[in-house]
């Protein structure tokens, strides 16, 4: 059962498009350039923000993350960006490469009124993704009680260093919360996380571990306009 309610309102994307080699991520990038690469998704009905961010860890992964103000919207666009992708790119059109959430009443940016802009970030900033996927709604329920105490995600975006700190619920998979964060560098982000592990109980150090996060660079050059 799912802890968001608002069943109308704004989602956020996280679309991660595998390539074959690097190669075929730089070859993202160019179409990414073209009229009817980023422009499309950004002129789309409903689009509120649409960047990308390379992988540091996989040299073939890039991170496209949206913001959308309705599921509706985006499942148009998906489908229409399925229609006009080349073959090279369709593998990253199937649903499973989508990680579609509704961001937490617990979150630090929620109903704040341009949040799509704290994921603008700057030429030496890092994003990160942090999936926590549980056993059970219960220990989901208590993490996500946790983040809107000010131990919790308020307590990292206070963190010296920190841009923006978002808590999101995964509307299309069970019991899983996500967090994306932004980070002056990587030096700071690495001692926000092992602050975190020196700090944290023990239930949750599984969460914690490099498996579940994954840093990311905006691809220079593709910054939204819009913020």
């Known amino acids: 059962m799912l802890i968001t309610n608002d069943n109308d309102g704004p989602v956020t994307v996280v679309h991660t498009l595998t ?56 499942d148009t666009y998906f489908a229409h960006r399925k229609e006009i992708s080349p073959d090279w790119f369709l593998p990253n059109c199937e649903p499973e490469t989508a990680l579609i959430t509704r961001e937490l009443d617990s979150s630090p940016t929620k109903n704040k009124s341009a949040g799509e ?5 700057g030429k030496d900033a890092v994003l990160n993704l942090h999936i926590w996927q549980f056993d059970n709604a219960e220990l989901r329920d208590e993490v996500n009680s946790f983040w809107g105490q000010e131990p919790g995600l308020p307590a990292s975006a206070l963190y010296p260093g920190n841009l923006f700190v978002s808590g999101f619920e995964a509307i299309e998979r069970e019991n899983q919360l996500v967090a994306l964060n932004g980070w002056e560098s990587m030096d700071v982000f690495v001692a926000y996380r092992q602050n975190r592990r ?10 914690l571990s490099d498996e579940v996060m994954v840093q990311s660079k905006m691809v220079e050059g593709f910054e939204d306009p819009r913020v």
């Open 19 to 74: 390539f074959a080699d690097a190669q075929q991520r730089k070859m993202f990038h160019q179409y990414a350039d073209q009229p009817d690469g980023l422009p499309v998704a950004r002129g789309a009905t409903g689009n509120m923000f649409a960047c990308p961010y390379d992988s540091l860890r996989d040299d073939n992964i890039v991170y496209m993350v949206s913001r959308w103000e309705t599921k509706k919207d985006w």
């Open 198 to 207: 020196d700090t944290a109980p023990e239930a949750i150090q599984r969460f």
């Open 117 to 121: 802009r704290a994921f603008a970030l």
